[in-house]
């Protein structure tokens, strides 16, 4: 079983949906939880942070359950630049690395 | 306020060579993180470097090394080449890991 699982998509949503993504992780002593948004050949980059409480930035709104091991990204309102692929990461305790999904693929159709 | 920044930007190289990619952090960031991202995959651990050490390592063979230089910048060897070595090379820096890692743009390294 991978550490963190993800649905690859894609995801194909036309502009102004509402669409959500899922993950779970299998480590329970995971503490530290990232949405990465990465497009076509280009680097990683850090959408948000993801708390246990919850947390929204703008249009997008992240949550964590921790009892059921899952995070949740739901991004409203979709926009074309909003295509690509969003990762999934884990940190666990007492360890440096992150730990990716596969990513889930997004595309916005006009 | 430059990122991370990686070189080359690419890179081929036959089976058997050897081939070092480099790596400068963020400027106030300490710690770098090295990443293999194959096609299709997320990036898997390599290893991280902090204060000149290797901190930590993930699950690839001795091929692998690195080094962290006094500046905090870094570089990744990859020894006895294979073609499955072929992926994009991601170096990540931070300072508190709990805020989150920036990465670079990478180096993408093709093995013929």
């Known amino acids: 079983r991978k550490e963190v699982e993800q649905d690859p998509g894609p995801f194909n949503v036309p502009e102004g949906a509402t669409v959500a993504f899922n993950c779970t992780y299998s480590?329970?002593?995971?503490?530290?939880f990232f949405w990465y948004r990465q497009d076509c050949r280009k680097e990683p980059k850090l959408l948000m942070s993801?708390?246990?409480s919850g947390n929204e930035d703008g249009r997008f709104t992240a949550q964590l359950n921790r009892a059921s091991q899952y995070i949740s990204l739901l991004i409203r309102d979709s926009k074309l630049s909003d295509s690509a692929t969003y990762l999934c990461?884990?940190?666990?305790?007492?360890?440096?690395?992150?730990?990716f999904g596969s990513g889930t693929r997004l595309l916005v159709r006009p | 306020d430059a990122g991370v920044t990686q070189s080359p930007t690419h890179l081929i190289k036959t089976r058997g060579q050897q081939v070092t990619l480099r790596c400068s952090p963020k400027?106030?960031?300490?710690?770098v993180s090295w990443y293999q991202q194959a096609l299709g995959q997320g990036p898997q651990f390599i290893f991280q470097?902090?204060?000149?050490?290797?901190?930590q390592r993930g699950n690839f063979p001795d091929r692998f090394s690195g080094h962290q230089f006094p500046n905090y910048s870094s570089e990744l060897n990859v020894n006895a080449l294979l073609l499955g070595d072929s992926a994009l090379y991601l170096c990540?820096?931070?300072?508190?890991?709990?805020?989150?890692?920036?990465f670079g743009s990478g180096t993408r390294l093709t093995v013929v």
């Open positions: 990540a820096s931070s300072f508190d890991r709990a805020q989150g890692y920036t």
């Open positions: 480590n329970s002593a995971s503490q530290s």
């Open positions: 993801v708390y246990s």
């Open positions: 990461v884990v940190n666990v305790e007492s360890s440096y690395k992150l730990i």
């Open positions: 400027s106030g960031h300490d710690t």
């Open positions: 470097y902090y204060e000149e050490e290797e901190r």
